[in-house]
């Protein structure tokens, strides 16, 4: 484990990456006995120094939830970052290409919550009772740690991954729709380059909600009413450049669409 300086420093200098956009070198190369409890220790100081500047939880964001995730960065096991007000965009928005370093796209689900959710046994059916709607968004992933080599333990320190998320098409209510099935395919510059079904993300995307509400509990913490989750991403990332616009059509759920400018 390491100490609670350490923590402090290594927050810090994310911070100061996101500032710069540029990335640090890998945790793990630098700290090799870091833990997964290391990183959400250096993320929870990362969020609230945040907090402290203003910024207001939104809700948490689930991540590396589906094969095709696990896949793309070598990591398999789920993990979490925190969602801020400020990251929140609506459908048809422009999206400055420069305000992320290595921005990537990925397809995901995102759970609007009525009730509060806490675990330790937090299950599938606590989470759809719990739901308020359901409603299509894009993640748009950033990364202030270099990507070659990146385990779970420097993604979590890295909330995540988290940069933003683009909310739109059609909101549902839980029961309205098999979520499972609920499919999309994500265009770039009116091209093809991925398609998915929500059943990826743990066979239902709603697994991923649970999962989160049982992990923070070993935290003391838990979901509040009205938070918003981004429940996974059933794509493999979709790498973006500068001027590409990209459009996720969902079928009966509607579409969103961003442009990077």
Known sequence: MLDAQTIEAIADELLQAARTRTPVPLLTARYPGMTVEDSYAVQQLWRRRHEEAG???LGRKIGLTS?????????????YGAIFDDM????????????YTHPRVEVELAFVLKHRLKGPDCTLFDV???????????????????MEGRTIV????????????????????????????????LYRNQIVE?????????????AGVFWLANKLAAHDDGLAAGDIILA????????????????ADYGPLGAVTCHFR
């Open 128 to 146: 759809l009772n719990a739901t308020d709607y359901v409603v299509p968004a894009l993640e748009i992933l950033d990364s202030r740690i270099e």
């Open 88 to 99: 929140v965009f609506q459908t048809g928005c422009d999206v400055e290409w420069d305000a």
């Open 55 to 57: 910024r207001t939880l």
């Open 154 to 185: 420097d993604t979590i320190a890295d909330n995540a991954a988290m940069g933003a998320m683009v909310v739109g098409g059609r909101p549902v209510r839980p029961d309205a729709v098999d979520l499972r099935w609920v499919a999309a395919i």
């Open 67 to 79: 094969k095709a995730m696990q896949a793309a960065t070598g990591i398999t096991e789920p993990d």
């Open 232 to 247: 996974g991403s059933f794509t493999r990332p979709l790498w973006v450049q500068k001027g590409d616009t990209v459009h």
């Open 194 to 206: 991925e398609t998915g079904v929500a059943a990826g993300v743990l066979d239902h995307p709603a």
